[in-house]
């Protein structure tokens, strides 16, 4: 099993970045999906999260309107489109799986994840 981050790469502040996570190993459709963040120092963040089919999607107040996340389950793939990045957005990346039923909520919680990929970095200018 295995979860491929990519996407991340220098920005400005303002600017945009798409980041993709692609399953190998995994069927995503029997997973709520999320997107961490970890910066240097600091415990890692819940960023972003997606039920199964999509119908329930849970941001933190420091990104909604911001960021967007998405999923693609016959591509087996996630996404998350970034836009007006600041330098607080600044940090290693990491698209998580957790195994759940179609109603399960969407956890917050980086001990709900079992599966996770390498991380790609996003490093915001100001």
């Known amino acids: 099993v295995q979860l491929q981050a990519s996407g991340g790469g220098l920005v400005q502040a303002g600017g945009s970045l798409r980041l993709s996570c692609v399953a190998s190993?995994?069927?995503?459709?029997?997973?709520?999906l999320g997107w961490f963040r970890q910066a240097p120092g600091k415990e890692r963040e819940f960023v972003a999260g997606i039920s199964r089919n999509g119908a329930r999607i849970v941001y933190p107040d420091s990104v909604k309107g911001r960021f967007t996340i998405s999923r693609d389950n016959a591509k087996n793939r996630l996404y998350l489109q970034m836009n007006d990045l600041k330098p607080d957005d600044t940090a290693v990346y990491y698209c998580a799986s957790d195994p759940a039923i179609l109603t399960a909520p969407v956890s917050t919680s980086p001990e709900a994840y079992d599966y996770w990929g390498q991380g790609t970095l996003v490093t915001v200018s100001s």
């Open positions: 190993g995994i069927s995503l459709i029997r997973h709520n």
